[in-house]
């Protein structure tokens, strides 16, 4: 027989369906093996040294200190067993830097004698498993080396930090390179919120209506000034900025005035301008672009979020989710061209297959996170809850992103009344494009895409609309918003603050060590956040520095690529 070796359980499980019965798929649960998490794992050579203490020998070229965890030894003995009586190995882990590294400390723990193959593939469908089968690789040592020197250097970051914390401000508190920078992130946009000087201002709202179609007003100017709005004012200050010039800042006095005189006048439309607009569709989702997408829309967190994708991975739903690349293959292309035209209709297909570039510094050969090649749509696949829901996003995503642009046409209609300009502007869907794919979920699809829209009535210069209510509205500026979920990820991702793999967990640490709690769906750091990042800011600010995490992940990615020394 040959033994085929993945991380899970439900990975295996599906494989067994496509592979005959001289494979014996089984799953090593993850990490077999890692550094010392504790005094009682470390070994007695290294006991009261210092590589003890950190698990890394800082003085033998950073060595490692590796150990089977406690709770593996029973699969490392099962798998070795196995691998007896085994004609060859696959080694059949994720075809990520952690898949690779983990294959690698099995293939150092077990030593088989057999040939050994590492087996990758990016969704877990049967043409794809026989492909892997049939094109097995090298381990990649670089992508090995990649996540070694990230799970070091955490470590060195880790056990040296956090032990400062604990003398300084309180036991049990932890410190990270990446979890660092983006706790300094939160803290500092709180920092914002508290400097921040709130600004009052008024203006008027008109409901107006023509030919019993009604639709809104706001005023937009008076004596021919232009009315001052929140963007206007000064965060620092409270006031309307010194660079905006030619406007007036009404109270609430001017705005009833206004209000009162607008009220019986007539109105008169003095201008209308129309604009073509075209919505382009998303690239198919990143790991990134998922997790924030997943927040806004489904107000799942990073975590919960990550794990129904690894679900749905792991089922043969969708292709491997740790990716930040917006590419599809050839096939792909063709499988989503083709869902596009059965169901929409060939004129909502774009002229040419769409492909979407990269960023410089997406990881791996991975594709965009995608539907596998079965493309079978939400309702046939029977999942259900939040699996159903992600898969579901994915899935819309993926169709949409080889449909026509969407064309809209914008409208801004100017009326006078008496020496004050009302402005009311309107956006009509000319023709849905790939928002009829982004609306699918809903139960009535023509329903959901005339929500999008903001229709004018048919208005000409001249028109006299009838103005049924009107009133003043005070109104006082925001400070800055404070992070979610999705617009952490956003931050991070833009900041090179750690990788698509890292950003759940250490949204998950900082949540769970109680820096941040969550406040509806912001994220809103506590006083040890505060003291821990002023603590850090002060003595090792290099440490909570962008820059210097962003280098680091640079730094990353070139041994990855073989083309910086590891050590």
């Known amino acids: 027989m040959n033994l085929v070796i993945v991380e899970s359980p439900t990975k295996a499980k599906t494989i067994r369906k496509f592979l005959s019965s001289e494979y014996v798929v089984v799953a090593s649960m993850g990490h077999v093996r890692d550094l010392p998490s504790s005094q009682d794992e470390v070994p007695a050579a290294f006991k ?3 590589a003890g203490q950190l698990g890394v020998d800082i003085n033998n070229d950073f060595a490692p200190i590796y150990v089977i965890n406690k709770d593996k030894t029973k699969i490392v003995t099962e798998l070795k067993k196995l691998l007896k009586d085994a004609k060859e190995l696959y080694l059949a882990t994720d075809e990520d830097r952690e898949g690779e590294s983990i294959s690698w400390h099995l293939l150092d723990i077990l030593k088989p004698k057999i040939p050994v193959h590492r087996m990758v593939f990016h ?8 492909a892997a089968l049939a094109h097995p690789r090298q381990l990649d040592e ?6 070694e020197a990230r799970r070091i250097l955490d470590r ?3 056990y040296t930090v956090s032990p400062v914390l604990w003398k300084k401000i309180a036991f049990g508190l932890s410190a990270g390179r990446v979890q660092s920078s983006a706790l300094k992130a939160i803290v500092d946009r709180e920092r914002l919120r508290l400097a921040f000087h709130k600004g009052s201002y008024w203006d008027v709202g008109a409901q107006l209506e023509k030919e019993k179609a009604g639709f809104e007003a706001k005023l937009s100017a008076t004596g021919g000034k232009r009315v001052a709005i929140g963007k206007d004012f000064d965060e620092n200050t409270g006031t309307v900025r010194t660079d905006v010039k030619d406007v007036i800042l009404l109270e609430e006095a001017d705005a009833k005035r206004i209000s009162d005189e607008a009220k019986t ?3 008169k439309v003095s201008d209308i301008v129309e604009k073509d607009a075209r919505r382009k569709a998303p690239p198919p989702f990143t790991t990134s672009t998922l997790q924030q997408e997943c927040n806004r829309k489904l107000n799942l967190s990073a975590k919960d979020a990550m794990r129904s994708a690894q679900s749905l991975y792991e089922k043969g739903f969708i292709t491997y989710m740790r990716t930040d690349s917006v590419t599809l293959s050839a096939d792909a292309v063709t499988g989503i061209r083709g869902m596009v035209s059965s169901r929409y209709g060939a004129e909502y297909l774009t002229a040419a297959p769409k492909q979407f570039a990269n960023k410089d510094n997406a990881q791996e050969a991975h594709e965009a996170i995608r539907p596998s090649l079965t493309f079978t749509p939400p309702q046939d696949t029977g999942l259900t809850s939040n699996e159903l829901h992600v898969y579901e996003l994915i899935w819309m995503r993926a169709i949409a992103s080889q449909m026509r642009d969407a064309e809209q046409l914008q409208q801004t209609v100017t009326m006078q009344v008496a020496s004050h300009t009302f402005t009311a502007s309107g956006t009509k869907i000319i023709f849905p494009g790939f928002l009829r794919a982004y609306v699918e979920g809903a139960d009535d699809v023509e329903q959901a895409l005339e929500e999008k829209e903001s229709v004018l009535p048919d208005l000409a210069i001249g028109d006299v609309p009838t103005c049924v209510s009107i009133e003043a509205q005070g109104h006082e500026t925001k400070p800055p918003s404070r992070f979610t979920e999705a617009a952490l990820v956003q931050y991070m991702e833009k900041e090179g603050i750690g990788r698509p793999s890292t950003y759940a967990a250490t949204i998950s640490t900082l949540l769970d060590r109680g820096y941040v709690r969550k ?7 506590s006083f040890t956040a505060f003291a821990v990042t002023q603590l ?3 003595y090792l600010s290099n440490l909570v520095d962008v820059g210097f995490t962003s280098t680091m992940e640079q730094s990353l990615d070139r041994i990855a690529e073989g083309k910086e020394e590891w050590i």
Not at 123 to 130: D, F, L, P, S, W
Not at 519 to 525: D, K, R, S, T, Y
């Open 265 to 267: 006048a007539p109105w």
């Open 142 to 147: 670089n992508l090995v080396h990649a996540q």
């Open 536 to 538: 850090l800011e002060k």
């Open 519 to 525: 406040q509806g769906n912001a994220l809103v750091p």
């Open 48 to 50: 009261k040294t210092e």
């Open 123 to 130: 969704e877990i469908t049967k043409t794809a498993i026989e």
């Open 156 to 158: 060195l970051v880790g």
